[in-house]
T-cell receptor, first 114, second 111 residues
């Protein structure tokens, strides 16, 4: 029973390029969350999605960031025109039923912007 | 929006000593979850508390939810080097169902 799969594990981008982070939730999970973590800091909520719907994107910057969770395929977090400040670990988590369900996290994608 | 404040930020203990981290909110929480993140790893779910005054134990770990459901604590008895990591509390915020994390308590254990 595969857990939450994120790829790539490490991603290096030059300033101005695009970063695409992928997340396949656990089998049967239809709720996906994206979090950002800077070194030695906590987990900052970015966006919460269900299949084909964005439920809450209050933690995601309005510009350059977007997320989707299509009917088929993984959830994608897209960062356009990356800047050095986007360097961080991005974690995806999934849950079975949403509120009150435990989150199962992937191993994260470490994004480095040079 | 709802926030959970966690203290202390760091805790250094000698192996065998006890450890406690506290989570506080200004508003009533519907539930509280606790996660552990090992260095270089990802957060792993430990437990969820739902009821007022609830106490749950997992071996050397004891989790409590306050009577007013505004605070929670995680206590580790006789720490071991395997307990090293950052412990986060989290609660569902607002009406949208997103899980909000505290800033975490980073535990280091000296052998």
């Amino acid at each position: 029973n595969a857990g939450v799969m994120q790829n790539p594990r490490h991603l290096v981008r030059r300033r101005g390029q695009e970063a695409r982070l992928r997340c396949s939730p656990m089998k049967g999970h239809s709720h996906v969350y994206w979090y950002r973590q800077l070194p030695e800091e906590g987990l900052k909520f970015m966006v919460y999605l269900q299949k084909e719907n964005i439920i809450d994107e209050s933690g995601m910057p309005k510009e350059r960031f977007s997320a989707e969770f299509p009917k088929e395929g993984p959830s994608i977090l897209r960062i356009q025109q990356v800047v050095r400040g986007d360097s961080a670990a991005y974690f995806c988590a999934s849950s079975l039923t949403g509120e009150r369900s435990p989150l199962h996290f992937g191993n994260g994608t470490r994004l480095t912007v040079t | 929006g709802q926030q959970v404040m966690q203290i202390p930020q760091y805790q250094h203990v000698q192996e065998g000593e006890d450890f406690t981290t506290y989570c506080n909110s200004s508003t009533t929480l519907s539930n509280i979850q606790w996660y552990k993140q090992r260095p270089g790893g990802h957060p792993v779910f430990l437990i969820q508390l739902v009821k007022s005054g609830e106490v749950k134990k997992q071996k050397r770990l004891t989790f409590q939810f306050g009577e007013a459901k505004k605070n929670s604590s995680l206590h580790i008895t006789a720490t071991q080097t395997t307990d090293v990591g950052t412990y986060f509390c989290a609660s569902y915020g607002g009406s949208q169902g997103n899980l909000i994390f505290g800033k975490g308590t980073k535990l280091s254990v000296k052998p």
